[in-house]
């Protein structure tokens, strides 16, 4: 028996010397086809033929597909190698009021600026289009209103298949991108009104217009195109039907391209194109063709801080917050600091802190920790979620008497622009006249109230020991500043709430600080953290001799040209910070501005936040004196630094011929 065992044994061992490698070689085969996605089950499905699903359209306006639409993916795509295109005559279903672009592209060489499609004039602007400017996906369109762009960034792989798609509503005048499905940009009054028509035909893969990007080098696959703004939910169902998807919306569907073998128009309304030269279609385009994940959405432009409650971290908050002010423990302070810097809750407590002179160095500590801990966080996002565009300013409430030039006072609320108020000169230390060229009103969900008489929100800015602060960092025995008298206020009281209201900030010109009762306050932006309101760094400033040096590179002291609004003469001024931070958004205006949204400029005569600049708005020149018109506007996510420059006595100056301030 055991000399029978081991021949068995010896047999089994021989057998898998002789025949191992084949198993081996049947197994790396095997591995390697799955990894080539053979077995991909989108691979295996039939392949569409040339018209084999169209859209039926009668009489009385309805519309239905026709048979052999079996949502298979297609027999061939149209590749362009860079001088072909595919040419669609223009009809007047090819001009909508709004519409929705969308197409299945691949580029061979993505850092190559290239158009998708588009409807332009050969030396016209577009009247829509799609297009890839490395490493940007973006649109365009022109309204009576002029032309606008937005753009995403998203860098796309050589030789893949992606989906895009472009809407546009006339009436919320908002523009969006999608990049497989997902939402990428979304933004609103770039352009107002309706498309402009023009008899341009539509050119798929072709830069026919003056806007962005080359001829197309790649595939081209299902473009479609509607007289409607798709939803979000109907862009995601296009792509994940996959490149061989129908129509989602046939009542609204003025042209469709499958471009599976040929340039016939499925939608029903026959607008058929015609290819140029050095065009051709092939069937080898699934190599590069992954199937449809559900995609989720990026970022927007309009994008809202949401403010969460959470009812264990409020706790801790406000034990660490009473015990800081009862005991004005060491210990207490540096936990309740902690909690807050962490906290991204609301607390719905009220912390009040009231001492008197004698007791201040007491209780300093307390009440710094009490009111920060409470409040801080809470009151950044909440301020924040209030206003995106101006989600930087600090305003006063209502009730807080504004001095006026002539020793006047009247309520903030009723300050309007054109209003002459009373400044101070940090440089001369003087008092002197401002112009206000702007009021921003908001709401905020807490208030600070100081010596029982000054009212703001916790990101008003006011001049604490000497320099410019936010509210929500003050503390009892820090002094504010009274301009009027020229002394400095002991700080005897804080009361702090998470009950807000409508408060207002004010903007002014050629000093961009006031008086309200009888405290110095509002610089509109700070150094550090605080800085919001910027520049490209590459952008010109103009300095006082008259010439120029890019923003980044000017530091503290530099003697700048700036503009006083009230005397409307050009006069030099001097840099008193410079910094820079980061952000996601960038605004670029007439193609040469560089900005992000909380910018403020002189537009039509007052102050304005680039995000809310229009086409068609007026920009100012002080160097020539005369308005420029704002003719476009591209937004641009990504990520940027951006440059912040204060300057006094006068606080707007001029970079790359534009008075910003």
């Known amino acids: 028996m055991k000399r029978q065992s081991s021949m068995k044994h010896q047999s089994a061992i021989e057998y898998l010397t002789t025949y191992g490698w084949v198993v081996l070689v049947i197994a790396i085969v095997l591995v390697s086809m799955i990894r080539l996605n053979i077995f991909n089950s989108a691979y295996l499905t039939p392949k569409m033929p040339p018209g084999s699903c169209s859209v039926s359209r009668n009489v009385y306006g309805g519309a239905t597909f026709g048979s052999g639409c079996t949502n298979g993916l297609p027999q061939f795509v149209t590749q362009l190698n860079g001088q072909s295109s595919v040419n669609v005559p223009n009809t007047n279903l090819l001009n909508p009021n709004s519409m929705t672009i969308t197409a299945w592209f691949e580029l061979t060489n993505p850092s190559v600026n290239q158009r998708i499609l588009s409807k332009a004039a050969i030396s016209g602007t577009d009247e829509y289009s799609m297009y890839y400017n490395y490493p940007y996906f973006g649109g365009s369109l022109t309204t009576s209103s002029g032309s606008g762009y937005l753009q995403a960034n998203y860098i796309i792989q050589a030789n893949v298949l992606y989906f895009g798609a472009v809407t546009y509503s006339s009436s919320t005048n908002t523009i969006s991108l999608y990049l497989n499905g997902a939402l990428r940009a979304s933004s609103i009054s770039i352009v107002n009104g309706p498309i402009s028509p023009s008899t341009n035909p539509l050119t798929l893969g072709f830069a026919s217009g003056t806007g962005q990007g080359g001829n197309l080098n790649g595939y081209l696959?299902?473009?479609?195109?509607?007289?409607?703004?798709?939803?979000?939910?109907?862009i995601q169902s296009l792509y994940l039907e996959g490149i061989g998807g129908m129509p989602v919306n046939l009542q609204h569907l003025v042209g469709w391209w499958p471009l599976n073998g040929n340039t016939t128009d499925y939608s029903g309304n026959g607008?058929?194109?015609?290819?140029t030269s050095n065009s051709q279609y092939v069937s080898s385009w699934y190599n590069s063709y992954y199937s449809p994940e559900v995609a989720t959405s990026t970022t927007t432009e309009q994008s809202t801080t949401t403010v969460s409650t959470n009812a264990a971290t409020n706790a801790a908050t406000n034990a660490a917050t009473n015990a800081a002010t009862n005991a004005a423990s060491s210990t207490s302070t540096s936990t309740s600091t902690s909690t807050s810097s962490t906290s991204t809750s609301t607390s719905t407590s009220t912390s009040t802190v009231s001492t008197n002179a004698a007791t201040n160095g007491a209780t300093n500590g307390a009440t710094n920790a009490g009111t920060n801990s409470a409040t801080n966080s809470a009151t950044n996002a909440a301020t924040n979620a209030a206003s995106s565009a101006t989600g930087c300013s600090g305003s006063v409430y209502g009730s807080a008497n504004i001095t006026l030039a002539d020793g006047t006072t009247i309520p903030a609320d009723q300050i309007t622009a054109g209003t002459t108020i009373l400044s101070y000169n940090l440089v001369t230390h003087s008092l002197q006249p401002s112009l206000v060229s702007g009021v921003f009103s908001l709401v905020s969900n807490n208030t600070y109230v100081f010596n029982h008489n000054l009212k703001v929100d916790g990101s008003e800015i006011m001049l604490i020991n000497g320099v410019w602060a936010r509210a929500r960092s003050a503390k009892v025995g820090d002094s504010l500043f009274n301009?009027?008298?020229?002394?400095?206020?002991?700080?005897?009281?804080?009361?702090?709430?998470?009950?807000?209201?409508?408060?207002?900030?004010?903007?002014?010109s050629p000093i961009n600080n006031y008086i309200a009762n009888g405290y110095l306050i509002d610089k509109d932006t700070t150094a550090g953290e605080d800085s919001c309101a910027s520049t490209a760094g590459a952008s010109q400033i103009t300095l006082a001799d008259g010439s120029t040096e890019p923003v980044s590179s000017v530091s503290t002291g530099t003697l700048v040209l700036g503009y006083n609004m009230l005397t409307k003469t050009l006069e030099p001024t001097i840099v008193i910070s410079s910094d820079f931070h980061n952000t996601t958004t960038e605004y670029i205006i007439n193609g040469n501005l560089k900005v992000d949204a909380n910018e403020q400029l002189i537009v039509n005569g007052t102050d304005v936040h680039a995000a809310n600049l229009k086409i068609g708005d007026h920009l100012f020149n002080p160097l020539t004196n005369q308005n420029i018109v704002v003719s476009s506007i591209k937004i641009i996510k990504g990520n940027f630094t951006l440059y912040d420059i204060n300057t006094a006595p006068v606080d707007d100056y001029v970079v790359n011929g534009y008075l910003v301030t």
């Open 221 to 234: 696959s299902n473009v479609q195109v509607y007289n409607t703004t798709l939803s979000a939910a109907s």
């Open 271 to 275: 607008d058929n194109g015609a290819t």
């Open 483 to 508: 301009p009027l008298i020229n002394k400095s206020i002991v700080i005897t009281d804080i009361n702090v709430t998470n009950i807000g209201g409508t408060v207002y900030d004010l903007l002014g």
